[in-house]
């Protein structure tokens, strides 16, 4: 088969589904669940279907459906007469409908009502519940129709459930709303059951008050027996009281003596221990005020003087310490020039401080006399200072600076040189003439 062969034979089978989908779509009868659906058309009968759905026969049957919903009726029936000729005027209320199932009637209300509008049903129903109604009201007299209200609905639609089964109908419910009459037949008895009610009132009120005299009397004949047997027993319960009270009285006067001296004997015995913390709180204030400082302070003072004692013994003992140390340095020939050098600063020092709080030269002038040596001659006379002053240091404490300060540089001189170190240590160290 050649391409354009098979496009056709697609497209025709696709156009032949979508015929069949159309035509069941179209044959296809879906039923509501409020309604009923008739196929008529065949060579027998009908065939009706209740919810679901069903298939139509082409060109064969035709589709009718009829609403099950629920049709309320206004029932009124004016002048119905009554048991004893009394006419009556009754508004009622009754909701029908059509029979659901076969069994209900469906087939008569299919007979009756298919094609008709539901003005029409509602007609017939209404028809058939009023001559019901006239019929139920004819058995029964005003008083009962109006007393038993549910009583003659229930009747009437027991009445006319054969009637609307016949017809295809199901009634509901029916309610009687009102119910009256127009010659004053309810009024009247209503006036006659109200003046009977009344008479009853009066002769149950005359009969009251009689009883209520009988009861009065008696009740005041036992009041007065009751009083005196109440003053008599108010009499006795009197005596009775004042001889508890008495017995009371006594009972507590012996009490309040027991516990008076209870009482006293308990703040004796309170103020006992009192005193006795009263002393010893004393006695602790005392030693508190008195011996304890005193002891705080004794030992105090021990402790002070102990601390004292062991500081001046410390400073002692490191005093004698540090002079045997010097003592020891100064007896080593090679450590004490080093001492006397370290010393040096100190003793220059003090001197120079002694020079500057005693002499005050507020301006030194240098006078040239032509020849250009007054300046030389005033730095001379300032080395010669020092040079007298390093002289008579020597002389005072016979430490030679400059011997000592030779020594130090020149180290590996002569036998010379060290007798003249030897020789310049003076009386400091102990080996001069």
Not at 18 to 25: D, G, K, N, T, Y
Not at 158 to 172: C, N, P
Not at 263 to 285: G, P, T, Y
């Amino acid at each position: 088969m050649t391409p354009g062969t098979i496009g056709i034979a697609l497209a025709l089978a696709i156009v032949g589904i979508l015929a069949i989908i159309i035509f069941i779509r179209a044959h296809v009868v879906v039923c509501a669940p409020n309604e009923a659906v008739i196929f008529s058309g065949r060579k027998k009968g009908y065939r009706i279907i209740r919810g679901g759905r069903g298939f139509r026969r082409p060109l064969i049957e035709t589709v009718s459906r009829i609403s099950l919903n629920t049709i309320p009726i206004e029932v009124t029936v004016k002048k119905a007469l009554s048991a004893g000729m009394i006419p009556l005027d009754v508004d009622g209320m009754a909701t029908v409908k059509i029979a659901g199932d076969p069994d209900g009637g469906l087939d008569h209300a299919v007979e009756r009502f298919l094609g008709r509008t539901q003005h029409e049903i509602q007609t017939v129903a209404k028809q058939t519940l009023e001559g019901s109604l006239r019929g139920v009201l004819a058995t029964r007299t005003p008083e009962e129709a109006n007393a038993e209200r549910l009583g003659v609905g229930d009747a009437v639609a027991e009445s006319v459930r054969q009637d609307f089964s016949q017809l295809g109908l199901v009634l509901d419910t029916f309610k009687i709303q009102h119910l009256s009459d127009t010659e004053g037949y309810l009024d009247a008895i209503g006036r006659k059951r109200s003046a009977a009610v009344r008479r009853d009132a009066k002769v149950a009120e005359a009969r009251a008050d009689a009883e209520a005299r009988d009861v009065a009397a008696s009740a005041k004949r036992d009041a007065v027996v009751a009083e005196t047997s109440a003053e008599e027993a108010i009499v006795d319960a009197e005596h009775g009281v004042r001889m508890r009270r008495a017995e009371r009285a006594a009972a507590s006067n012996q009490a309040e003596q027991v516990a008076e001296v209870a009482k006293r004997m308990a703040r004796i015995e309170e103020e006992r221990k009192l005193e006795e913390i009263r002393v010893a709180r004393n006695e602790l204030r005392e030693k508190a005020n008195t011996v304890v400082p005193a002891e705080a302070s004794s030992q105090a003072r021990a402790l002070t003087s102990q601390g004292e004692a062991s500081r001046i013994r410390e400073n002692g003992k490191a005093t004698a310490d540090a002079l045997a140390e010097i003592k020891a340095q100064w007896d080593d020939d090679t450590t004490r020039e080093i001492m006397l050098l370290q010393m040096l600063p100190q003793i220059i020092d003090k001197v120079t401080h002694v020079l500057h709080d005693n002499l005050h030269v507020e301006r030194l002038t240098v006078v040239d006399n032509g020849t250009g040596g007054a300046v030389p001659n005033h730095v001379r006379g300032l080395t010669g200072s020092i040079a007298a002053f390093l002289e008579q240091l020597k002389t005072s404490t016979g430490v030679d600076v400059p011997a000592i300060l030779r020594g130090n540089a020149g180290e590996g001189d002569d036998d010379e040189g060290g007798a003249k170190r030897s020789s310049a240590r003076g009386p400091l160290g102990h080996k001069g003439h």
